[in-house]
């Protein structure tokens, strides 16, 4: 009994099965270093939150048809810098108001970052820091 179940776990007087391996099937056999040089490692590109082409759009819309291409560069996930020095008062707060529900629309946030700035990001941006200096309320 114990014979069988040495030999069943593979332990036991089974030196005649083992074969010491002869010239011809080592040379059969590649070698490890060859057996690598032949594999090419797969590079797989890796897709993060942010895209690495991103851009920030810089505006300055003087009329309030303007809107639409800003719009646009939001919707294509690029964040928007728009500077309101050549629209009235009135004109540039359509224009905040629209690119408001734009903003939401796309999961965004819109900033003001000067008097007459306003910075429009996509859900994929992050702005981190804060400006120090008081915005004037009675302008947009």
Do not use: W
């Amino acid at each position: 009994m114990a014979g069988f179940i040495s030999n069943f776990f593979g332990v036991g007087d089974s030196d005649s099965q083992y074969e010491e391996p002869t010239e011809a099937s080592q040379a059969a056999a590649p070698t490890e270093s060859a057996t690598n040089t032949r594999s090419t490692p797969k590079v797989v590109p890796m897709q993060g939150g942010k895209s690495v082409n991103s851009k920030i759009a810089l505006f300055e819309p003087k009329i309030y048809s303007d809107v639409k291409e800003i719009a646009t560069q939001l919707l294509k996930n690029q964040a928007v810098i728009i500077n309101f020095d050549h629209v009235d008062d009135e004109m540039a707060r359509r224009i905040v108001d629209f690119l408001t529900g734009t903003v939401f629309a796309i999961n965004g946030e819109i900033e003001r970052i000067g008097d007459e700035i306003f910075l429009c990001i996509p859900e994929n941006y992050e702005v981190s820091g804060s400006t120090t200096s008081q915005f004037d309320t009675s302008k947009l």
